[in-house]
């Protein structure tokens, strides 16, 4: 955690992840400080990859993990609003595709929140003081004399106030503050985080226009159906795929090996026979038409209610 | 065979097999895709469309069973709907959201049916759809919201 303050400004993305507990691949690739602050064409300011405030004032956050469900799109962005004493009404959240900038974009094991959290606190800090010394140098006074507060940033000597989004092309001119100089907030401010908030999403949720994974549609899509091994761990031993290959809009039939990666048979890859098609329903049609036989394995015999003895 | 829809009181013309279950030729076929799959088989709700006004399960329903019929899906507009967005919004009612497609057109359903329901009208009426979220409560609230607000813009 500490090293991040020996790092200059240059490596801070690269580097911000690694002190985060997070993962510096992604970060590596952004670590062109080009990349980082665009000058000459910037249209808003880019503190980092995952978020952006624009010159409008909207803070849209990349989101680089998936959403299971439990809220982390709101969750992440409640940071960012946080330490950027932002209005929540201009914060809006977008997956990211998955792209080796991103860095591990492996979602699981609850550590979108426990890994992001505080990069996203700290981005959304940087933020607010990079705007607070854009103002600062606009009305003359010590940033000291300056506060966030609701997406405008306050000259707490005349009580004048700018918002934030008419700071932010000055900002991104700005060179990255250390970090050493950037304060988070005491949890006992808190307004967001840990707050009830609004899903980023309803919008999205009550018109059914949210994208899950069921949902993504790219160009020459095919549509996929896998039939599993009836017992964990199986693999397929032979299979006929006449019938299959006569349902309407099966395209192609695979079968897929059971690969046991060294790490452990538990992040292998689970044996099946795969069926291609042009839509979801002629892919089911066509996985029930297939007659396979199953290499059971080990498991074959496992029985439920012995188990249960135990 | 070549096949007329009317979603949404937009005009498809598709061609699929006419055994095809109504939802994946809205998914798939037309491409829109609020309408969910759950489970297939018409325990779980999250594909309910309104076919003539009628709440249907599009996951067992054949495709044609619904041509020359009005189709309507989350991706449409009614009044109804439209005061439930605005209570679900006001009540924070979805988690993860994937159901809410199909519970928002199941209340609809029933607010097209009974103006002013009791909570064993929401209780019976909400029955099939299911959430593994467990906003059961909101959604209960929500219905109550869009009542009120419906009867606030009279």
Redesign the interface.
Known sequence: MSTIQKIDRRDFVKLFGLASGGIILGCSVAADSKDFIPSEHATGFHPNLFIHLQKNGNIILIASRS?????IRTSLASAIAEELEADWQYISVEQAIGHEKYGNQNTDGSRSVRTRLEPMRKMGATAKMMLITVAAKKWNIATSACKAANHFVINTITNEQIFFGDLAADAAKLPIPKEKNIQLKQVKDFKFIGK?L??V????????????G??V?IPNMK?AAIARSPVTFGSVKSFTKNNAEKV?GVEAIFEMPRLIPPTGKFFGMLGGVAIIAN???AA?QGKIALAIEWNKGANENFDSEEFKKY | MDINLSINGKLHAVQVQEDMPLLWVIRDIVGLTGTKFGCGVSQCGACSVLIDGKLTKSCVTSVSDAIEKDIFTIEGNSKNLEFLRQAWTDGNVPQCGYCQSGQLIAATSLLDLIEKPTDEDIDEAMSANICRCGTYARIKKGIHTAVKLKNETK
Request: aromatic content about 18%; cysteine-free.
């Open positions: 959403e299971m469900g439990q809220g009830t609004k899903s999403d309803l919008t999205d949720f009550t018109h059914g226009t949210a994208t899950y069921i949902d549609r549509f309407a839509n979801t329903w089911f």
